[in-house]
C-alpha cells in the first residue's frame, strides 16, 4: 500500500495567481512516501494519487485573472477583436470571482455606451480604454481587477459599489459619484476627479494618500453638492 500526502498539491494550487495578461504558471512538488508495496498495490495506488491531485487543483484553477491590481503601472493589452459585433454591451459575469476569472476576454475598448444602466452587473475584469460611459449607472456594481484606463465616466454614479484593484489611470471623472463605495487597491493617477463626490467612500490609506495628491480634487458635484476634497476625507 502507497501512502500518499497531497497536502502540498492542495496548497500550493490554492496559492497561485496569475500575471496579469500571461498564462498561468503552475508549480507544484509532491512527496511520496513508500511505507510498503506489495501485490500490485503501489502502482494502482500512485495512479489514484495522480487523480485525487488532479480533483484538487481542478476545485481552485479557472480561467486566469484579467489583472495584476490598480497600481501596476503598464499593461499589455491585446488587439482588439473586430469581429466581435456584440462586444459594446455591459455583460453580467456568471463566474462571480474575485479574481476577475471570466470563459472570454471582456473588451469594451472604443465603446460608446453612455447614460446606461448596469446596476448591480459584476463587471470584473473588464478592460476600458477610449471608451464613453459617461452618466451611466454603476450603483451596487461591482469592478475587480478593472481596466478603466484613459475613457470618459463623467456624471457616472457608482453608488455602493465595490471597485478593487482598479485602475482609472487617465480617464476623467467629472462629477462621478463613489457615495458609500469600496475603493480598495485603486488608482486615480492622471485622472480628473473634479466635482467628484466620494462621500462615505472606504479609500485605503494608502490610497487616500495618493487620491489627495491629485491636483484635480476639488470643486462641487453638481448632482449631490458634495465638496469634492472634504468628500474624500483629505486632511489638509
Not at 93 to 112: E, F, M, P, T, W
Not at 131 to 138: L, M, R
Request: aromatic share 8%; proline share 3%.
Amino acid at each position: 500500500m502507497v501512502k500518499v500526502s497531497i497536502v502540498s498539491i492542495v496548497l500550493a494550487a490554492s496559492a497561485m495567481e496569475a500575471s496579469a495578461f500571461a498564462p498561468a504558471k503552475v508549480s507544484f512538488s509532491h512527496k511520496i512516501t513508500q511505507l510498503e508495496a506489495k501485490n500490485g498495490d503501489a502502482t494502482e495506488n500512485v495512479g489514484k494519487m495522480f487523480a485525487v491531485a488532479a480533483l484538487s487543483l481542478s476545485m481552485f484553477m479557472g480561467p486566469s485573472p484579467a489583472f495584476a491590481d490598480g497600481q501596476t503601472k503598464t499593461f499589455k493589452l491585446p488587439p482588439i477583436d473586430a469581429t466581435d459585433k456584440n462586444r459594446c454591451q455591459f455583460s453580467d459575469s456568471k463566474i462571480g470571482q474575485a479574481n476577475a476569472a471570466r470563459d472570454k476576454l471582456y473588451d469594451l475598448r472604443q465603446c460608446v455606451l453612455t447614460g446606461k444602466d448596469a446596476s448591480g452587473f459584476d463587471l470584473s475584469g473588464v478592460i476600458m480604454e477610449k471608451t464613453d460611459v459617461s452618466n451611466t449607472k454603476f450603483v451596487e456594481s461591482q469592478f475587480s481587477k478593472a481596466y478603466l484606463r484613459n475613457s470618459k465616466f463623467d456624471g457616472a454614479d457608482f453608488s455602493n459599489g465595490i471597485i478593487d484593484r482598479a485602475s482609472f489611470g487617465g480617464s476623467s471623472l467629472k462629477g462621478t459619484v463613489f457615495n458609500n463605495a469600496v475603493l480598495t487597491g485603486t488608482s486615480f493617477v492622471d485622472a480628473d476627479v473634479e466635482n467628484a463626490d466620494f462621500t462615505d467612500a472606504y479609500i485605503g490609506d494608502f490610497d487616500i494618500k495618493n487620491l489627495c495628491k491629485n491636483p484635480t480634487l476639488k470643486g462641487e458635484n453638481p448632482a449631490t453638492g458634495a465638496d469634492t476634497r472634504l468628500s474624500a476625507g483629505c486632511r489638509d
